[in-house]
């Protein structure tokens, strides 16, 4: 048995030389942890680590294997998306002990905190004390053991699974019930404890979800969705719209759902034009070849950046709200443009994974499809903390689009309504954050560069909080931005616009001193390579586009994507209607829409007589309208509008 | 002829409308779809698919025959373009835009008649030849008012489409129906039926006696084969062969017929064949392979299932000498592209073999012949000489068009060169010598998209094909129409990719770039040129300066890293509240506005108003179990002690009074409109007033005033200014009265500043009613039954929508939300309501 001495080795180096030690098949002994935070993260080797005394947050977490034994207690996030392996804790452990586990066994021998289990899909946890509030807290699947009282609200909004408690069930949560316990149940559990050496003699009570808030009662009526108005036209207050969006809540009682980002006028990266006059741009086939568009992102922390020929990502989508084949188009475009994908809330596929050449891998609230090996084969990781569409919402999947493949990636059960948190278990302030970002860092030896996804808001505020978490770069999204299904209400009026977005996120980096140190990714309502120009002198490092790459796929904007009948087979997983996609048809359109891209891109650049995108500034560009203006505090000067538009 | 790019410049940029022509092209809502600019005619047919779906079948009658003269006759031969491009080719199969067209010429293309044209010109057109080129050219002059003399050789107007396709795909008499609508509207056509060029009448005779000519007279010939034996007897040619069939005659044929080639006309051929007496077998030669077969897939199909062998990679060299008459044949293998690209077929040495057949049918391409042309000078070699540019030939009085001068194509195709010609023949005689170039006009009927719920599954609906039928030499027809029902589920598929839809930020123009941007080669520079100045003409202003302020304009900041948001399944949050006089309100509304309504309606109200715990505004109670703000206008109304409070209104304006009530410890409220604040506010809180009413709709003692137009929000800026400003800003309750929609507008009014909000036509609409006049007209279409649950479903929607927005702004109270949890994104609405404009944190100063 290998020793290491925290008192002498720090987590990073100690953490490293697990990882070899575990690869040579060695049992390990960590001496003098001092509770501190990490310890075993990243392990995927079945051998067994004893920690002699406590351990701090995260202890084994994103590990897939390994056998722990800890002597005293542990802090938070206990074995947090442990796939297989064990820990036993043979003191107390803190809260969200188990959280997001996917098959190990986790025991602790004490008490636990809250939300044990907190978004668990597999496996066991085990606590032979009292357990504090909301145990199972929205868990998909495996079961948590209580022998001592169950705490207030057990089983708050579970999906799946099971609680067994031996005590008191102090209270239960929404949604949960207590059912009859098979003497086949108790046996199996008895068996499972005295493994541990958990002897019981009480009697156990079951508990299970009650299906009572699992799917909405009235469906909400299909209709194809009436075409915007000009907010400048005059057409009445009560217009047919408004009185359709009434007509449809007298029918169903709550608000409504759609697919897209805002659909309304909003000032926009549209109300810019650049003071050059780019009308007489000549059709320079080689003009790509003239401009340095390389863009290296990610490597503020010493990770492997991506390195992007140009910068213009693919915004985070997710199989699930789209096909499988969609997704496959998009990473094969984002190959063939030599740029990067990214997965969204669902996973990675290998499909996916092999189609792209570089993708970042999000991990979201549900922690759906997480786990150490996907981390380990992306090229960047990503923690959303909201997007533009709808911020301050978790993700939601019905269960038509629960898929027995997306519930094998994802980790839950096949064929539920799936909801993710509103917020991440582990990260309730920026504090949380930094722990968090460095559990990724920890798991993946610091290789892989770590973003955050933020949909805009007090941009201000939270911007200054992602630089000073350490995190590599921004994807900064603004109300434009689009989802596969969110409330409707939520798309059109919480969040600000693209515009201001950015603005602001400058504004507050120059604040601090931190211009140019935090490289800002800006997605909502991109559209084309002059936008990607006007969003780089902006200030932005890069951009992404969602809905455009989608359009160029296929799409046909009908707003519909909730429903998962999409007449293109892009935001469905009805395998007839999938058919309908043509995945290398698509993926050679998307890949042309982004050299299309490409090509006004530089061609921008090339007007202004710049030989890289980089050359782009503020002064570059002016205010068509007076809302723009007021937002960038670019000079107002609508007449370029009619000089843009002379050009034939 | 090989499918047209829909994709290309012409779509980027389809430049200036000719005169004359002004379409819809340059209208911002709209862009041509594939569907369209593939028809060579620019049919709307997004635009009367949804009036089929809409049932309007005169309106899709309109829509079709604009510019289509053989509207009858193409919705059943038209080798339909469209199709192919529709995008909704690539999922499920193309909408069945001919057919359906079919469908609305079978209801009225016998009866419709479209308004005579009268001739106002005293210039006159000479057309020889009355195919659908001439044809068509004959309608758009004479509709422009000119005379047309159409010299037709036969003793029927049609040309091709008269002589060329067999019945059992053109019914006889369908061709009429065209032309007999067609002579109805324009009297100024004169047709001259058995009146050939050069053999009745010569071109000079022709442009003596009219003012321009216009040649359209057709590939009337069939071309031979060049082969050894090719003028036996027993080889005819295909175009003969049909218009024999088509003047009535049904020959008998030989056991087995031979046919050589791969268009449309060797289908047509083909299929006559193995319909007459005596024909058992019909065997097809082509000299290339399956993908490369001209034919259109419908009559290639067609003719497979109704027993025809193609036969593949197959040449004639000479006619068979042995026992049996037959071609002798070798086969062939695709070689280099030739001229035109497509891969020249090579004899395989060795390959010679023959096919029996007791008549061989030669269908390989068709010629215009003219000697009275020929003798001018005017043909080069198979065809007219004429420019496609102006469609004019060397002589300037005299133009050609069609097949006769552009080689053998479609019926559609023949018309967009009779409506080019009809152009430049009109600029001729008005004296432009140089008219701007021609180019379809894209037009649109703005119709509503089809709002059918099954529109993305409904698969298309083939209609059946007959085939030969019972009685093949009857030449029945092969193929249906629908009948209203699958018509409308047909039409219902159409993805309407000419229209807006919800979108603002994806305009129809916007998407339809990133799908010309997809379909661009990276290099073709050109293209991506043309694109970059597309997209650099950008957008108007969406707002404007006239822009008014309002509710929709203001966004909430929703919690992220700086403060964390509230988990909808973990914390509660509260919408409820107190109001003066012991008023619970489950939920920040007060129902307002049905004081005059019936009491059925009346029932449903309360009925609502109980299930969702709020509180009823009005002169009149609901229900007696509701709570009450009894309005009373000052001076008339009589307080009531069921009432939980009194509510003065002065419909007249603000004037100092004595509020009343009914019983001592009744609350007290005013209703107040903007102009009054600074007046009513000191007085109401020196008099101690319980509650303001904040009138942003004008008065809420008259019926429905919201229905008049938009909310003044500056009302409830100004009104919690002056309160603050007294330092007396929770001496009373405020509640909001002015055009709240949602629960959305209710949060925002709360954030304001509110305590509460009345819903007044938002509720008359969930209830069912219908706006007259300037108010709500209730019928018995529905129970007060439904009427209650509809509304107090309503008024949940509603508390959903106000606590979504507190929960994402992080407050797990919606009465905790304030100013600094909104931002405006227009300068009108920043101003108005007094909160910085998105991205910013300064309030805009006043407009100069």
Redesign the interface.
Known sequence: MASIDLAVVPVRAANERLRQLGAAGEDIEILNPDARHHIGVGLVHPVTVHIRGSAGYFCAGLTDGPRFVVDNNVGWGLADNMLKGSIVVNGNASAIAGVAIRGAEVIVKGNMGSRAGQVMKAGTLACAGNANF?AG??MYGGRIVILGDSGDKVG??MTGGTIYVGGRIVALG?DAKVTDLSSADDDELRAFLDRYELPFRGTFQKIVNAGKNLRYGKTE????????????EAN???NTK??E???V???????RI?G?????????I??L?FRTD??A?????S?VDKVRMRTLLGGRSGAKPLDLSMPVMIAPMSYGALSKSAKVALAHASRLSDTSENTGEGGLSNEQREAAKQIIYQCLSGRLGWNIHDMHRANGLEIY??QGAK????GQLMAKKVTKEIARIRGIPEGIDL?S???HPDV???DD?VIKVEEFREATGYRIPVSVK??A??????IK??YKDGFDFVELDG??GSTGAA?N??L??????T???I??AIDALSEIGAADKLPIVLMG?V????DAAKVLALGATATAVG??AI????C?????CH?G?????IATQDPV?ER?Y?VP?EAQ??H??L??????LA?VAHAHGYADVRQFKREDLVA????AA???RLPYD?SL?ER??G?? | MSQPNVYDARRI?PGQAPEGYADDVNDR?FVPAPCQVACPIGTDAPSYLAYIWEGKIEEAFEAITATNPFSSICGRVCDAPCEPAC??T???GPVAIRNLKRYVMDKLGKTHRLNPVAVTRRETIAIVGSGPAGLTAAQGLAEAGFVVHVYEMTDKLGGMMTWGIPAFRLPVGIIDEDVDRMLHRCPGITPHLGCALGRDISLDELKARHDAVLLTIGAWWGKGMDIPGGDDPRVVDGVGFLRRVNAGERPIMPETVLVVGGGDVAMDACRVAMRLPGCRNVKVLYRRGPSEIPARKDELYGAIKEGIEIIYNIQPVGVATGNDFGLRCVTTRLGEPDADGRRRPENVAGSEHDVPGGLVIVSVGQKAECEGLARHGMMAGERVKADFDGMRTADPKVFAAGDGAFGGSTIVMAMSHGHRAAYYMKAFLDGKANPLPYRTPFHTRYV??????D???NPRHDQAFHGLGHNPVAFPEIESTYDAASAKAEAARC?R?D????????TVR??E???V??????????T??S???K??????????P??LATL?D?????????????????DACNVGCDLPGGVHLNLPAVVTGFDDAPDEVLEGVGGAIKAAGVAYLGRRRPAADVPWLQVVVVGQGVPDAAAAMVVHAQPDGFRPFEPRRARPDQAIGLAVSGEDLEAAIPFALDRKFDLLVLQASGDVSRSWP??A??PDLSVIRDAVAIMRRMNREEDAALLFFG?A????DIA?LIALGANAVVVG??MG???GGH?EKAGFKFYGDITSAERAE?????L???S??AS??A????KTDVHNLEPEDL?A???AT?RAVGVP?????TI?AAAE
């Not at chain 1, 911020?391 to 978790?394: H, I, N, Q, T």
């Open positions: 909301m807290y929205m708050q909004d929404t009526p299909r209709v194809r969705v009436i075409p915007y108005f000009e907010a400048s009445g207050y009560w408004v009185r969006d009434i007509e809540k007298a029918q169903i009682g709550r608000y759609r897209y980002g805002a659909a309304r006028p909003l000032p926009h549209s109300d034009a780019l009308t741009i000549p059709a320079d086939p003009v903390i909201s911020p301050g919402l978790g909801r948190p509103s917020r309730l302030g920026a954050l933020l949909g808001g007090r941009v201000r505020d939270d909080i992602a109300l434009q409330g209400e939520v059109e009026f919480v969040g600000i616009p515009l201001s977005a603005q602001e309502g559209k084309d390579g002059i809905t455009s359009i160029a796929g296929g046909i904007a009908c707003l519909q429903v009948n999409c007449v293109t087979g209607h309908r043509n048809v359109n998307i042309r829409y050299e299309a891209v490409r090509w006004q061609s068509l309208t007076p809302e007021a937002i960038t609508p509008r843009d538009r050009g034939r | 940029d809502h995008r909704r690539d999922s499920d509503p998209i089809a709002q059918d719920p529109w993305e599954t993805y990719c229209a807006e839809t919800g979108t603002a930020d994806y916007t998407r770039d990133i799908f941007m997809a379909r661009t080669e990276p290099r073709d520079a050109r991506q040129r694109m970059m100045r997209r650099l003409r950008g957008r108007d202003d969406p707002f404007g006239n822009y929709e203001l966004v909430f900041l929703p919690a992220n890293l700086s403060r964390l948001v509230i988990d909808p399944y973990r919201e229905l137009g938009m055009g929609r949602s629960g959305t925002k036509a938002a609409f969930a209830l706006t509809r509304g107090a479903l309503f949940k929607a509603l959903s929508e979504i927005m929960r994402c702004t992080g931002r994104i227009t300068l920043a404009i998105a991205g910013t944190h805009p």
